[in-house]
């Protein structure tokens, strides 16, 4: 299988403290994974890094054929990433979102609303409503990979029923 | 990807109502210096005013938002989209300040607006970098925020005076230009480097 999602040897150091051990892994289409790290703020560092928002401090990280250090955005184009607290509380914050993405990704405004609403639809009932709209927003450009930062199982059960067909990595702590 | 679209859509992301509130609050300030200032008026009061409120325009953009950071765009495209709401806020309070001073029939040369702007459009660049070094629950009050602060301020400062001890139009706005350009750039590096780990 193609992989999707490939971290070789992926660290991060900060004033020289290690916060994020050398971890390795491959994911492709449709495969799930979670990982562990031994605090909230390693597994948060992590799960950024995995979505191509944070360079290691040593290591690289692939999405589908790209570098994310040599190529961030068209890395960047291909990972949704939610974070543990979510990107927007509020409907209208939600829509104006769904509306940045369209810009940013280039796409078709109507179509990635209709996405996200029917992303939201689906999950509304079952997780909190603020994390619903960040599933939605993370999953509404078509990626092939999706990062949720520690986050609770049950939830994660969900989207991956959702979407069966994209990668999907959780971060959570020991 | 289509760069215009992206620079627009973060810009406008940006205009929320409390940052048009802020820019209405500053642009009344403006408009009430305006009613003010009378010729004898030192003109360096109003400049030093301008040039603040620009640093601040700058300054005050939340480009730490990590909406930013997850979506597929370089830094200096990030750099340049912050760069047209910082400018925008930035020549605002200038720009009503002189439209109600000639309405009074004060009217100051054109050179003397031009400086102005320019002052304040470097200061608003410089400014931005201080958005990137200013942690939420310290505000201000670190020494990179507030260095970088005095730094917008003093390049600002550095346009306007050319401009009051004579230097030709071509000698200072080649300064505020080149300065404009080291800001932005300096600011799309720092992004691009960025990691929002926090």
């Known amino acids: ?174 | 990807m289509n760069s215009t679209r992206a620079t627009l859509a973060i810009a406008r992301r940006h205009m929320s109502a409390a940052w048009i509130i802020s820019i209405a609050t500053r642009v009344s300030f403006g408009v009430v210096y305006a009613f003010i200032v009378t010729p004898a008026t030192n003109p360096w009061v109003f400049y030093i005013l301008a040039i603040l409120y620009a640093a601040f325009a700058g300054a005050e953009l939340r480009v730490r938002d990590l909406m930013y950071f997850a979506a597929p765009l370089y830094g200096r495209q990030l750099a340049r989209a912050h760069a047209l709401t910082a400018l925008l806020g930035a020549l605002a309070p200038p720009a009503a300040f002189f439209a109600v001073q000639t309405l009074r029939g004060l009217p100051w040369s054109w050179l003397a607006m031009l400086a102005t702007g320019a002052a304040c459009a470097v200061a608003a660049l410089v400014g931005l970098s201080v958005s990137l070094r200013r942690p939420p629950a310290e505000g201000y009050g670190t020494v990179a925020a507030t260095s970088y602060l005095a730094i917008a301020l003093a390049a600002g400062a550095t346009v306007v005076a050319l401009f009051s001890l004579g230097v030709p139009i071509y000698g200072w706005l080649a300064v505020a230009l080149l300065l404009g350009f080291l800001a932005l750039r300096a600011f799309g590096e720092t992004l691009a480097r960025y990691d929002p780990v926090d």
């Open chain 1, 1 to 174: 299988m193609t992989s999707v999602l490939r971290i070789v040897d992926a660290s991060f150091v900060r004033n020289g403290q290690a916060l994020v051990a050398p971890f390795s892994l491959t994911l492709g289409a449709g495969e799930r994974a979670t990982l562990v790290q031994p605090g909230k703020e390693s597994a948060r560092i992590a799960a950024r890094i995995t979505a191509a928002i944070v360079k290691p401090t040593q290591g690289r990280v692939f999405v589908g054929d790209f570098d994310a250090r040599l190529q961030p955005a068209q890395a960047k184009r291909l990972v949704g990433f939610v974070p543990s607290d979510g990107f927007c509380a509020t409907p209208q914050a939600f829509e104006r979102e769904v509306g940045f993405r369209a810009d940013v990704w280039d796409a078709d405004r109507a179509e990635m609303q209709r996405n996200a609403d029917a992303i939201y639809a689906a999950l509304q009932d079952s997780v909190p409503q603020s994390w619903a709209r960040a599933v939605a927003l993370a999953l509404a450009p078509g990626v092939c990979t999706v990062v949720l930062e520690n986050v609770d199982a049950e939830w994660t059960a969900r989207v991956a029923e959702l979407r069966p067909d994209i990668a999907l990595l959780t971060t959570a702590t020991a």
